[in-house]
């Protein structure tokens, strides 16, 4: 038997959790994510239920081929033909599980089996005896455990464990169970089976009422020693106890859970990503350990206490997870400090105190408008704040008049106020647009390239206001502009402008940054 403290990790993620509608995995899918599962050091893995398909006997199969560490594990009913469905799809591992069950409980019994005590008491003995002829690693579960009369339960465990079992997995199969009943369940289960020393002793948590997890823990205090559960808590109805709220449970409270597990626990960002990946099931953006938002802090008060110490709201690191970094999610509720913060993480480390106090202004009226601030707007909002002269934001349309249409070349003349000096010229080009940045380019002569050009519709109809979004890059920089007309050729050409002015700031913020006197910086915003 393992050491007290070792807590086995049986993830059923590509059995239990593809039973969730819309969840179907490929073949290719299922080898990928067993490969992430083998090298996180998952104990055991339920690779599927060989008899339900040919699909899911041929991805147990080369699961089984394929995993260096795990041990691979097939599900089969108390059946001779699940069983040996079980057996010809993982006897090519060099060493398989082979997990049966039947349902004990009254409700199940009657509805669904429609068998009495002695018949199901019958069925344990021969698809135990039967299993054990092809692995000495056999899982016995009793289907709605937590719905069970104990004293049935205790002769079913009794007798599965007699016949070969050598782990035995109590499930609150549909959810029903709380933390203090199902430990008390655990508890009396070792005090009332004589035999209970010669197994392990599993938990199979459902969510339907939001306790998955949270009943698995409790039986670890009671004796439980191995836990099924899923990548991101994925199976039937509201799903299973989360494979990395568990581990990361156990592992950032172990004062209260003196336990180990074998898990990489690096690898649980990736493994989140590759199975919400295949299944198409998105991971909610607040979910624990493995959302979005798990390791991101708005609040402004947070974010102060996170930049002063990242132990004030975080009881986990998020590299520990496979989380490259903390994120300071910037919005209406983040402050003056995580806003000159993020500043520093954007290339703007030396900016003075008087641009931080303007665009922080900014950012804050913006903010209350937009759901989602990205990196470019608060870029926006400094490079704005920059505008000193008209030595920057020097370049701006005074005119433009475009021809196009057919058997004529394509022409635009337009009319540029070029710092201070008034240009003018006429190009033709590949279109009316192609015609309006050759303008550009000639009478602000440059080098940049055009990685994006897109226009999209305010509103509806013919006089719909067009907002066009340009995209240049230089060297290492990037700047996008925009800008909104019912002229869509108008747009373009402010859009482009917007953007070249931004590289302009860019290419000059340096030396800006040393060279301006703080009040005469603060005086010109």
Known sequence: MPDKDRIFIFDTT?????????????????????????????????????????????????????????????????????????????????????????????????????????????????????????????EWSCEDGTRTNLEFMYKTIELAIKCGATTINIPDTVGYSIPEEFAKTITSIKNNVPNIDKAIISAHCHNDLGLAVANALSGLSAGVRQIECTINGIGERAGNAALEEIVMAIKTRDDLLPYETGIKTELISKASKIVSNATGFPVQFNKAIVGKNAFAHESGIHQDGMLKNRETYEIMTPESVGVKKTSLVMGKHSGRHAFKDKLSDLGYADVTDDVVQAAFGKFKILADKKKHIYDEDIVALVDDSLIIDNKINAINLKSLKVFAGTGEPQRADMTLDVFGEVKNTSQTGDGPVDAIFKCIKELYPHDVKLSLYQVHAVTEGTDAQA???????????????????????????????????????????????????????????
């Open 14 to 138: 590509m059995r239990d959790g593809e039973q969730s509608p819309g969840a179907s995995m490929s073949v290719e899918e299922k080898i990928q994510i067993s490969r992430v599962f083998d090298e996180m050091g998952i104990d055991i893995i339920e690779a599927g239920f060989p008899i339900s398909s040919p699909g899911d006997f041929e991805a147990v199969s080369a699961i089984s081929k394929s995993l260096k560490n795990s041990i691979p594990c097939g599900l089969a009913r108390a059946t001779k033909k699940d069983i040996d469905a079980c057996h010809e799809s993982l006897k090519f591992a060099k060493r398989f599980r082979i997990h049966t069950f039947i349902s004990t409980s009254p409700v199940h019994m009657k509805h669904k089996l429609n068998m009495t005590d002695e018949q199901v008491l019958e069925a344990i003995k021969e698809s135990v005896t039967y299993a054990k002829k092809f692995t000495d690693d056999v």
């Open 467 to 525: 907002t066009v979004s340009v995209k240049i890059e230089e060297n290492d920089r990037t700047t996008v502009g925009q800008s909104a007309d019912t002229d869509t050729l108008v747009a373009s050409a402010n859009a482009y402008l917007n953007a070249l002015n931004k590289m302009l700031i860019k290419r000059e913020k340096k030396s800006l940054y040393k060279n301006i006197e703080p009040k005469k910086l603060k005086e010109s915003i």
